[in-house]
């Protein structure tokens, strides 16, 4: 399975592949950051995140697209921000017949570490474990999107719904 992962923002939109091989083993393909300007138009910012989401879906060819489902945030800016980069990450995979999963941020924590609670550094730590990373990615937003993608392999291969 091929997963390419988001986790979303408007101002730095992770973006990783992470793909499980026939022996189970989950590797890292791709683990960057989408980058707009603040001071650019709003919808332009979204443009840009769709079309680059389009440009991994068109390279990367996953079989589905999973994205952090938005929590709520104290800064409603922000978070109406970060849910519209979903968005516009969501129509791109629909558009191609892909399928959409979300999964929370605790969720991805619980699956990578064992602890809904860890902390960044903890899922950075499991995130090059698990993937046999030298180093791990950064921004936080790659290591963050890679969690998210191990997350999703793991719980669809042990028949947890998504």
């Given at each position: 399975?091929?997963?390419?992962?988001?986790?979303?923002g408007l101002t730095r939109c992770?973006?990783?592949?992470?793909?499980?091989?026939?022996?189970?083993?989950?590797?890292?393909?791709?683990?960057?950051?989408?980058?707009?300007?603040?001071?650019?138009?709003?919808?332009?910012?979204?443009?840009?995140?769709?079309?680059?989401?389009?440009?991994?879906?068109?390279?990367?060819?996953?079989?589905?697209?999973?994205?952090?489902?938005?929590?709520?945030?104290?800064?409603?800016?922000?978070?109406?921000?970060?849910?519209?980069?979903?968005?516009?990450?969501?129509?791109?995979?629909?558009?191609?017949?892909?399928?959409?999963?979300?999964?929370?941020?605790?969720?991805?924590?619980?699956?990578?570490?064992?602890?809904?609670?860890?902390?960044?550094?903890?899922?950075?730590?499991?995130?090059?474990?698990?993937?046999?990373?030298?180093?791990?990615?950064?921004?936080?937003?790659?290591?963050?999107?890679?969690?998210?993608?191990?997350?999703?392999?793991?719980?669809?291969?042990?028949?947890?719904?998504?």
């Open positions: 399975m091929r997963v390419l992962a988001v986790d979303p992770g973006v990783a592949v992470v793909e499980t091989r026939l022996d189970g083993r989950t590797r890292a393909l791709v683990a960057e950051v989408i980058r707009t300007d603040p001071d650019a138009d709003h919808a332009d910012r979204l443009g840009a995140v769709f079309e680059a989401i389009t440009s991994y879906l068109d390279s990367c060819e996953p079989d589905v697209l999973v994205v952090e489902r938005v929590f709520s945030q104290n800064n409603v800016r922000s978070a109406m921000g970060t849910a519209q980069a979903a968005a516009v990450c969501m129509l791109a995979a629909n558009q191609r017949g892909l399928p959409v999963h979300q999964h929370t941020p605790t969720e991805v924590k619980a699956a990578v570490t064992g602890s809904g609670r860890a902390d960044k550094a903890q899922v950075a730590f499991m995130v090059g474990r698990i993937l046999g990373l030298h180093d791990v990615p950064k921004p936080a937003d790659a290591t963050d999107a890679l969690a998210l993608g191990i997350c999703h392999v793991w719980r669809s291969r042990t028949g947890v719904r998504a």
